[in-house]
């Protein structure tokens, strides 16, 4: 698709890639870049491949993926390709990160890719490459470098967020939902991004003051305890990444989050939003915790793809995240189902399954033995879904059993 | 680019891809591949994907690469960006080769996509490149896995061999040209993969058997004599890769080709077409060789990226490479300046200079040393140039100086 075809604004989509090279990654002189992309969002990464080098990057480099590719596998592909990945692009994107390579994810995937796929093909193709991207994830994890996700409206990802709408119409409203919850419709979005990251770091510190030994969600059909690791922190907003650069590694963000204990979650809780996973919307999710663990989990569709999910390994069926969005937010206030994690996470509380993040401690030089020990979860997968909505109200609990209101009906109490 | 508006009969296209992974590389069930193309190559990029999935491979990864992003480097870096290079890209092709990884080049370049820019520059990331890339060239020169060279018809490129023909037009000129050459324009073109490789064959066996220790090229402003390695052998077509895999790394492919002494070639020499070398053309090259090494160069145009290109290192103004191509062949007789190193190599006599390939030694176990210290040339460079024309006579000498007629008037003597 050419500049020119493009049914949106593309001065905002250069705000854009201004934002995610300022604001998301805080570029250094002289730092490398590596972008994941699909090839659909080309114009974007064009976009920041020239701001990237106005602000002094070494090389960028794009690593592109294409939607027809990825579907030849399931096509044609004979029973042997479906356990393959290729470990030597992960194990080099390790390297990269090893070598203060700042990180891009331009997120434009088509929710509904696979969805007409054998989920048992596509569990094996993403437990697969969970494994062999595990070293490059981990760098993530860790924090070691300075990365970001941001967003571009594809087609396909708009026909699902606009189904009554003509193509063009549709991406055009997206792109206009993206630059909105990105605060580049504004006038000066690097001034925005700065007012609205002291915010979040005003809530980061208000709960780190709080030292909750755990969270109590309470909503329709939720009822859970989200015991909180030993010596966790909150953290949102801007981060000081372990190569010393401080950077905001999601553009859109509106959470604060920290690291739950994994074996101190008990209740039950059901999803307020659809999960998009590997190419699959699973819908109406519902579980129990059970020290910790998932112990009974249903969905209305997916839950094949669900229960694949949580079957991948040890620490798939527990938490490594909690994180507050209030119900009174902008992308919440869209009113828009994005099937998009980047943006519907954003929108509501959430948990995430598996991999905790080692960043959410007050110490973050913990080893991964320490870490453990603490309550951190491990897994090859990190997965968001969503449990706020306007009736949620949360509680923080604190050691000594005394109760503080944190959320009343959706918000900040 | 969508398929319906491809300016060629797709037909051609998919007989291209079936040919690159059955002819070309020869795919083994549960080999993965890795794809290097221009993001406009991906209605080719996806044809392979398929046609290897449909032979059993493991897992296709393209890795696209876009020219406004190669662009945007010479546009808006900063000083410090022209000597850096994706090195962890590299290494990760390389551990993929040393895994048994297929690999498919697609060339499909715009010949004049650095042609504006400051030539120190492009030199400076032509040698970050050629020194991070170095691991990884190393596997394909020394054969350790299954490789191919296949085009695409870009638009670019197109408008280059077409310069008075609309778009469209010299898109599908340029496509017909290619279809021709890679012989996917006949009803069988596997079976006539099979008869071309066997007339190949038979000219390397010829030369093979004569031993000879030096060729003599004359023709009009040549008088070049190219000592041979020690211990040389002549390659051409099919060959064993040293994973065991028979197969045909150039689509299209005309040449027969070995390993000159790096120490042993004098005279002078006149290129007969232009090269294209890092987004330039270079015009009219003459050298003057003296005991292996290029003393005197020019060139009408294009002369100060020639130099450098010379300079890069100890091995970059020595032979790695002697070809033979006669005049009377399918590239050849079209007529056509490709301003493309895989097919104008395969219309005409080539010398390259820099890296040469160890394949081309009777012994293909030699080490390193062995090979210099027969004469093999080592260099972070292989670029080839076209010397041979209607009036080049090639004798070939023996030891004992015999000269036997090898060429004459441009083909087979």
């Known amino acids: 698709m050419t500049d020119a075809a493009l049914p949106f604004d593309t001065a905002k989509l250069d705000k854009l890639a201004e934002v995610a090279v300022r604001v998301g990654l805080n570029l250094q002189k002289g730092q490398d870049v590596l972008i994941t992309a699909p090839v659909e969002a080309l114009p974007l990464v064009r976009r920041i491949a020239a701001a990237a080098y106005r602000a002094g990057a070494g090389v960028v480099t794009p690593i592109l993926n294409d939607e027809e590719v990825t579907l030849a596998r399931y096509k044609h592909g004979q029973d042997q390709s479906f356990d393959r990945a290729p470990a ?67 087609v396909a990802w708009a026909r699902q967020v606009f189904p009554g709408l003509a193509d063009e119409a549709a991406v055009g409203k997206l792109a206009d939902a993206i630059f909105a919850a990105s605060r580049v ?67 859109p963000t509106e959470e604060v989050f920290t690291t739950p204990h994994a074996d101190r979650v008990n209740g039950t809780v059901r999803a307020t939003k659809p999960l998009v996973v590997r ?82 401690f007050e110490n973050e030089d913990l080893s991964k033995d320490e870490i453990a020990a603490a309550g951190g979860n491990s897994s090859l997968i990190h997965e968001d879904w969503m449990i706020g909505g306007p009736d949620t109200d949360i509680d923080g609990i604190k050691a000594d059993g005394t109760r503080v209101p944190v959320f009343r009906a959706g918000n900040w109490a």
């Open 88 to 154: 030597w692009l992960f194990n080099g994107m390790a390297e990269a990160y090893s070598n203060n390579t700042a990180r891009i994810a331009i997120s434009a995937d088509n929710p509904m890719l696979l969805s007409e796929q054998d989920p048992a093909k596509v569990s094996r193709v993403g437990k697969a490459t969970s494994i062999a991207a595990r070293p490059a994830l981990e760098k993530i994890t860790r924090f070691e470098t300075n990365w970001l996700v941001v967003s571009y409206p594809s």
């Open 185 to 251: 419709d504004r006038d000066d979005p690097i001034a925005e991004w700065a007012a609205h990251d002291a915010r979040l770091h005003e809530r980061v510190d208000w709960l780190n003051g709080q030292r909750f030994a755990a969270l109590h969600f309470q909503s329709k059909g939720t009822d859970l305890t989200v015991g909180l690791a030993d010596g966790h922190a909150w953290k949102g907003g801007s981060s000081k990444a372990r190569n010393g650069i401080v950077c905001s590694p999601n553009v």
């Open 279 to 360: 190419g699959t919307v699973i819908r109406d999710i519902a579980v129990r915790f059970e020290k910790g663990r998932i112990v009974e989990s249903s969905a209305s569709s997916g839950e094949a793809v669900l229960k694949e999910l949580l079957a991948t390994d040890e620490g798939a069926a527990k938490l490594g995240e909690v994180a507050l969005v209030p119900n009174d937010s902008p992308i919440s206030n869209s009113g828009l189902l994005f099937f998009n994690t980047l943006f519907d996470e954003n929108a509501a509380c959430h948990i995430a399954q598996g991999q905790c993040y080692s960043e959410c």
